[in-house]
């Protein structure tokens, strides 16, 4: 799918560079595409813009007169707001120890995923998020990552109580069963997870780009605005699904 102009494309060489990359490395295993570059370097720049808020916040509680929030509304005041409500989520599903242990996973997630779908509202940047291949790699971490506590935390039991979810002896004879659906079940998280955030940000910003071209400077408004609350709604549902996920394999559910 072709893509809109962006600002890398007036950068000298830079469609050169597109080209050869896209002719030396193969086609996407997701989308069976050239690999998009502008989706890459968009995610390296929410890269850092994370790495920046993590080292001003670092630098903020070392300094114990700069621990109390700001008396005015700011940036990091929102950010503080919207880790808070994470957080607050995280002790509602995980208990206080789980949360403590999982939320820098679940926040950072959060957040990659918030700030890629806001970039999309720039103009001349794409989102992330809108690429197959980024929400796919964002899905198959999230399910690495739950069953990789699952395991740790219930053992072979995770298995067992997968197939067995009754714990009774003639529950053994449902267990090929039971086996094939969870087995559904599990697949197809990270496709649920991948396809609805790519599809949800990538009709998003194909309709704010028709806007804001098509419109005058003040009549887009309104469709910038949905775009936002688009934008934090596929994040918060992204997070909240992923930290579910979470609850059910550290809590003995499956």
Known sequence: MEHPAT???IVPGFMDLQENIASRLPASLVEGAPIVLQHVIGAILVF???LTIGLHYRL???DKERILPAPNP???GAIEVLLEMVYKQCRELLGPANAAKHFPVIAALGMFVLFSNLLGLLPGFIPPTENWNTTVAAAIFVFIYYNFWAFRVQGLHYIAHT???AGTWWGWFMAPFFLVIEMVSHIARPFSLSVRLMANMMGDHKIVGVFVGLCAPLV??????LGMMTSFIQATVFTLLSLVYVQMAVNNES
Not at 220 to 225: D, F, G, K, R
């Open 220 to 225: 887009p408004i309104p469709i910038v605005l």
């Open 163 to 165: 197939v067995n979810p």
């Open 60 to 62: 903020s509680y070392s």
């Open 48 to 50: 850092i813009i994370m």
């Open 74 to 76: 700011s940036f990091m």
């Open 7 to 9: 600002w890398l494309d």
